[in-house]
């Protein structure tokens, strides 16, 4: 069982930049990729960002990133504390939404459907 509690969220004027956090439960965090997705009013939830998991003698670390944050957004996590971490810069309102980690067992995935734990959100607000 993995929680998962997001924060960082807020009010940012488009070309700012913000940074969210989460923060995971549970000693296997190593063991699980995790994701962001976000899902803005009357759309669908959405991939953002992931990173693999690390264990044995894979140290981990390998991104993939949604082609409308590639460049602007940095996924990356820190074994050690439990916590992954997505940097946003140049903010356009386009990236309001609501913001969500998760984690799956999995190597990397972008679907929603592959990830078991989820956060509760963060809202992000930019405006124009």
């Known amino acids: 069982q993995v929680q998962l509690v997001e924060s960082g969220g807020g009010l940012v004027q488009a070309g700012g930049s913000l940074g969210l956090s989460c923060a995971a439960s549970?000693?296997?965090?190593?063991?699980?990729?995790m994701g962001w997705f976000r899902q803005a009013p009357g759309k669908a939830r959405e991939f953002v960002a992931a990173i693999s998991w690390s264990g044995g003698s894979w140290s981990g670390g390998s991104t993939f990133y949604a082609d409308s944050v590639k460049g602007r957004f940095t996924i990356s996590r820190d074994n050690a504390k439990n916590t992954v971490y997505l940097q946003m810069n140049s903010l356009n309102p386009e990236d309001t939404a609501v913001y969500y980690c998760a984690a799956t067992p999995s190597f990397l995935r972008i679907d929603t459907a592959s990830y078991d734990y989820w956060g509760q959100g963060t809202q992000v607000t930019v405006s124009s």
């Open positions: 549970g000693r296997t965090f190593s063991r699980y990729a």
